[in-house]
């Protein structure tokens, strides 16, 4: 009877040690306990309002749901910055009377990340990504926010393999 529970005690323990270790999230933030996101200017040629902001809270939210790090205004053991590089609306496919049948907007994103606790994970590295819509629409409402959602989604979590991930 003692030896079960010598075991059961073990695996117990070993349990709640890796819990401690292992990220669901795959990201490892070491010993970082804040973050600084800073707002990302808008320097593309052709200007959407709202992209700066949307941005830069999409980023934000990501850390923050994937991450024990706290938000910091200056001073972040880890620090984001950049700017959105790229806003471009493209057909790319076109109907028999030459209109597009089908549009794509790409949005690229410049970011420089610090590590100020492992200086070596320091980099510079352009993100970017893409929705395809229906060509027949405009681009607002639904079908921006959608577009949005899409990109961000995709763009923000490479930045999060690229910085904390390390994939």
């Avoid at 929705?131 to 995709?154: C, K, M």
Wanted: with cysteine.
């Amino acid at each position: 009877m003692k030896k079960y529970i010598y075991l059961i005690s073990v695996l117990i323990l070993t349990v709640t040690v890796s819990c401690g270790i292992y990220s669901f999230t795959g990201g490892s933030t070491g010993d970082a306990e804040t973050i600084q996101v800073d707002f990302f200017p808008n320097s593309a040629r052709l200007v959407e309002p709202t992209l700066s902001q949307s941005f830069t809270l999409a980023l934000q939210d990501l850390f923050l749901r994937q991450t024990n790090l706290k938000l910091t205004n200056a001073g972040g053991d880890l620090h984001l910055e950049g700017e959105i590089t790229q806003y471009r609306v493209t057909p790319i496919a076109a109907t028999a009377d030459q209109r597009a049948a089908q549009s794509r907007l790409t949005i690229a994103i410049r970011v420089r990340f610090y590590n100020r606790l492992i200086e070596e994970d320091n980099f510079e590295q352009t993100f970017s990504f893409y929705s395809d819509y229906d060509g027949n629409l405009q681009l607002t409402g639904n079908v921006l926010e959608a577009a949005y959602d899409e990109i961000f989604e995709r763009i923000t979590q490479d930045i999060f393999n690229a910085s904390v991930a390390k994939w």
